[in-house]
């Protein structure tokens, strides 16, 4: 079955292209016509509206939520927990870069949330994020360097698990030793309550050399960004690299979607929203063909190229990318509530009828 997955919003909403104009959700200047928090005291907060959100995922039948990384945002931890906490069924992906802290400690974090949650966490890696961002931090892990250490963060993460699957087992363990050049663990591992557990799966993302070695070792889950020339060829070299490491990684995509009941009227909402921006040029001119369309980064989306058309036509262009080998779409749109309700409405059963229709032994037993 496809899994699709929608990105939650970091930094509230994002309806306006200018992040500085967000308001709904708690960012952005006060404007009466923009915010929509309730001033009443003990109302509406800015948490509200991303609660909703994540309501709206599990109601419309998707299968994740991603929490991203944003140094400017919500913190992704955060959010991630709350999610969990306000769903039965949707599984969380929390994007997160690997010097927030140690990986004993973030598998700390994720078996106390894994146990909340009856195993529904993901973990995303930020490896290549930008490097006066990343100094912000005091990071001073640059180049390569970083996917070193990122390979370093998985394997001693993945160590001190272990010993949780050992303790389940019966057995007293021997303790996690590792020392490496980012890390050095004496004895580690969980025991007790936080032993047996599911280890999150791994989704890297990346096209460098570096980024696909490292999702051939050691990812569950390798995310690519549509590119003007497709991904194919990308997905062929992950494929290489993992069938020499002898695993299997899947292939996710990030997209963001402008879909409607007609073709027209999902370019009409395009030129709409581009009019608006001063930019030279048409949104035409971004046209990428296959209803694929190279402007979503100008309307304020993580992702530069995205599918516009009707329901039909991006459930088509859906199923291509799934003949391709894409098991897992990572989905986005603005205003968030309203597109989740549009994509799980019409889109998804279009895009995935075998897995979005409930056999009647099913239905029986839901």
């Known amino acids: 079955m496809t899994e699709f997955v929608w990105r939650l919003p970091s930094r509230g909403d994002g309806r306006r292209a200018d992040p500085g104009l967000r308001g709904r959700g708690g960012f952005g200047p006060p404007t009466p016509s923009l915010e929509t928090t309730d001033v009443r005291a003990g109302r509406c907060g800015p948490f509200d509206d991303l609660a909703q959100i994540v309501d709206a995922v599990e109601l419309n039948g998707f299968d994740g ?8 945002g919500e913190e992704s931890w955060i959010v991630a927990a ?3 906490r306000a769903t039965r069924y949707t599984r969380v992906t929390v994007e997160f870069q690997p010097a927030f802290g140690t990986p004993v400690y973030a598998a700390k974090i994720s078996a106390t949330l894994q146990r909340h949650s009856a195993g529904r966490l993901n973990w995303r890696l930020a490896v290549d994020t930008d490097d006066a961002e990343a100094r912000t931090r005091g990071d001073r892990v640059t180049g390569d360097e970083r996917y070193d250490r990122a390979a370093e963060f998985l394997t001693v993460a993945r160590g001190v698990w272990n010993e949780n699957e050992i303790a389940a087992a019966g057995f007293a363990g021997t303790g996690f030793d590792y020392a490496g050049r980012h890390y050095d663990v004496i004895d580690g591992g969980f025991r007790g309550i936080l032993s047996g557990l599911a280890f999150p ?11 696909l070695a490292l999702s051939a070792a050691h990812g569950d889950v390798h995310l690519f960004a549509e590119q003007t020339d497709g991904i194919a060829a990308a997905v062929a070299e992950l494929g290489e690299r993992t069938a020499a490491e002898s695993r299997r990684v899947g292939v996710g995509l990030e997209l963001p979607i402008i879909a409607r009941e007609t073709e027209d009227e999902a370019w009409a909402r395009v030129h709409r929203q581009w009019d608006e921006l001063d930019r030279p040029g048409t949104a035409a001119d971004h046209t990428l063909g296959d209803g694929r369309w190279a402007g979503f980064d100008a309307f304020g989306y993580d992702r530069r190229i995205g599918l516009v058309g009707s329901y039909e036509q991006v459930a088509q262009q859906l199923s291509a990318y799934q003949a391709a080998g894409v098991q897992t779409f990572v989905l ?5 509530i309203e597109e989740i309700h549009r994509a799980g409405e019409h889109l998804l059963f279009l895009a995935d009828p075998a ?7 099913q239905e029986l037993t839901a």
Request: glycine letters at 8%; hydrophobic letters at 40%; aromatic letters at 2%.
């Open 332 to 336: 986005s749109g603005h205003p968030n």
């Open 355 to 361: 897995g979005r229709t409930l056999t009647t032994a």
């Open 201 to 211: 799966a791994v989704h890297l993302s990346g096209t460098s050399s570096a980024a």
């Open 65 to 72: 939520v991603l929490a991203p990384y944003d140094p400017l």
């Open 82 to 84: 709350a999610a969990l």
